[in-house]
């Protein structure tokens, strides 16, 4: 695709004759690639209890109910922390922000194979909501200091890869450690599952912090040429945006914005599926028959591998065509209707496995674009509260979700009736994009 024309100012300029393409390559080969590796490892300590149930319901007796109750609490906890970790990031910056949260998260991970009873459990899903709060936002803040909002999409494209990633390899992975070392060291699966998994986290928080920048002008491996153009090009985003530095107040503007709110409804539908995505893929393909750990791992890595492919098209894509809403919407709606019928599917795996791997792959392109929309028309000292904002709404649905599908799978012995109302509610998340956000709203160039 042919480079979109620099926006250099005056020929005199320090910027003036900057290759953008290599600029912005170099600061992608350098940010993207760690940034990715902790996105999947942040993933996989959320979501690996997908996997650990199994042994949690043989060793401790935990049902659905208890186990859809604790992927809550993790939200809980993840809600309740999630706008302070961030109003704390625009202070300090993103590195040491994500430091913190890494080497929490890790020791808390570690700490979760002493888990005895549903209490102690519930409190180790709680705090790791607690130690993860503001990473994921945190991390899209990050980018849009590096990022302008025409490349941006790509890049968030690039970022959500871990999510897919994280799929595969913690399927894999989870299922390869429940399946080997369970009776080790007298330790059961679940208990090795969560100790060798809670060690990545801490070492990749030393690699954030000796390697990772906040923002172009601390980075010494760019010219001082291409630093004035990445600066350029993320100023003339603001003059499009109609703002200047001193318009917005940080969080008081997030606050105020009605977009925010709106974007906050739309998360509330995208959360939900995300949940059905992640948490529940186990136990749907499990209830098709997939009784053996081993090929659970395997089965439920198949749909993030379609995930990976399809939303890297569809970032790309709607980064050329500067088109946001209806991107994420027709994603969110391919989406609702592969669950619909996932909610009919019966025990045919190989149908399940399919419909998964639909709403995984239309999951994962509506989520990329649709968290590119907050950054585009967010001031810089507003973008990380609002995005929190937005996270942390999208977050309530996703500590209700849980538990709903959970009760009612072990009221009726179904997840089919949880399915169709968590489709209903992704339905419900299109229309309140595509009313409440306008085209208008999201003035973007090429640059």
């Known amino acids: 695709m042919a480079e979109p024309p620099a926006v250099t100012g005056r020929p005199d300029t320090p910027v003036a004759g900057v290759d953008r393409a290599s600029t912005y390559r170099t600061i992608a080969l350098r940010v993207m690639p760690l940034l990715v590796i ?13 996997i650990a149930q199994q042994g949690l319901k043989r060793d401790l007796g935990f049902g659905s109910a208890v186990y859809g109750l604790g992927v809550t609490l993790f939200f809980v906890g993840f809600i309740l922390f999630e706008v302070p970790s961030n109003a704390l990031l625009a202070k300090i910056g993103a590195r040491k922000t994500l430091v913190r949260i890494m080497a929490t998260w890790g020791v808390v991970t570690i700490v979760t194979l002493f888990v005895q009873d549903e209490t102690t459990f519930y409190i180790a899903r709680f705090l790791l909501g607690v130690a993860e709060a503001g990473f994921f936002p945190g991390a899209l803040y990050l980018l849009s200091r590096w990022f302008p909002s025409a490349r941006r999409t790509r890049m968030t494209a690039v970022f959500f890869i871990g999510v897919p990633v994280s799929g595969v390899l913690g399927s894999v992975v989870s299922g390869w450690i429940m399946h080997s070392l369970g009776g ?27 390697f990772l920048a906040d923002e172009p002008e601390q980075a010494k491996w760019l010219t001082p040429a291409q630093k004035a153009a990445v600066r350029a090009d993320l100023e003339a985003d603001r003059r499009s945006k109609g703002e200047s530095p001193e318009r917005h107040g940080g969080m008081l503007s997030a606050l105020r914005d009605p977009k925010v709110w709106i974007l906050g409804l739309c998360a509330c539908g995208a959360y939900t599926l995300a949940n059905a995505v992640s948490y529940w893929t186990p136990r749907i393909i499990a209830e098709a028959g997939v009784g053996d750990v081993l090929n659970l791992g395997f089965f439920s890595a198949i749909p993030p591998l379609l995930g990976i492919v399809v939303m890297l098209v569809v970032g790309r894509h709607s980064d050329r065509t500067l088109e946001r809403r209806w991107h994420a919407a027709v994603s969110w709606l391919v989406a609702a209707v592969a669950m619909l019928a996932l909610a009919f599917a019966g025990s045919n795996v190989l149908v399940v496995v399919l419909l998964l791997a639909v709403m995984a ?53 179904s997840l089919s009736l949880g399915l169709v109302i968590s489709s209903g509610i992704v339905l419900l998340a299109v229309v309140v994009l595509l009313v409440g956000v306008k085209a208008k709203d999201l003035k973007e160039k090429h640059h």
Do not use: K
């Open 38 to 50: 902790c996105y999947v490892v942040s993933f996989i300590d959320r979501t690996n209890i997908g």
């Open 184 to 210: 080790v060291g007298g330790l059961a699966d679940w208990q090795w599952l969560f100790l060798i998994e809670g060690i990545p986290p801490i070492l990749l928080a030393v690699l954030v912090a000796f």
């Open 361 to 413: 792959a239309a999951h994962y392109s509506g989520l990329t674009v649709f968290y590119s929309i907050p950054s585009i028309y967010l001031s810089d000292r507003a973008a990380a509260t609002g995005i929190a904002v937005v996270t942390s709404m999208g977050s309530f649905a996703a500590a209700a979700s849980p538990s709903l599908l959970g009760f009612i799978q072990a009221a009726t012995g």
